[in-house]
């Protein structure tokens, strides 16, 4: 089964950077090329958020919240998404979690990112 695993979560104050990594395990390399990947985040009593998106030819859209301060990514060599995050905002504290766009694979664990004001 693949397993989806978040890190490079952190605490930082506003206007800081933070890095997301996604390490989609035991998935196929096959699979994993042409799939389109997705980094979502979660805040405390609020729905699930999709936050940016790229696909396999690695065309790329964002929140508009989120747009000009992150940036998505992906190696697919290493199976991963990366999601790079600048300029972050108090507003932008929630888990960030990956997955697949369709057919989505059961969701990894997150990182928590907190930025503070």
């Known amino acids: 089964q693949v397993h989806l695993v978040e890190s490079g979560g952190g605490l930082v104050q506003a206007g800081g950077s933070l890095r997301l990594s996604c390490r989609a395990q035991r998935m196929i390399t096959s699979t994993f090329n042409p799939a389109t990947m997705s980094w979502y985040r979660q805040a405390p009593g609020l729905q699930r958020e999709l936050v940016a998106t790229?696909?396999?030819?690695?065309?790329?859209n964002y929140v508009d919240s989120v747009k000009g301060r992150f940036t998505i990514s992906r190696d697919n060599t290493r199976k991963t998404v990366y999601l790079a995050m600048n300029d972050l905002k108090p507003e932008d504290t929630a888990r960030y979690y990956c997955n697949r766009q369709t057919q989505q694979l059961p969701w990894g664990q997150g990182t928590q990112v907190t930025v503070s004001s």
């Open positions: 790229i696909t396999g030819d690695r065309n790329t």
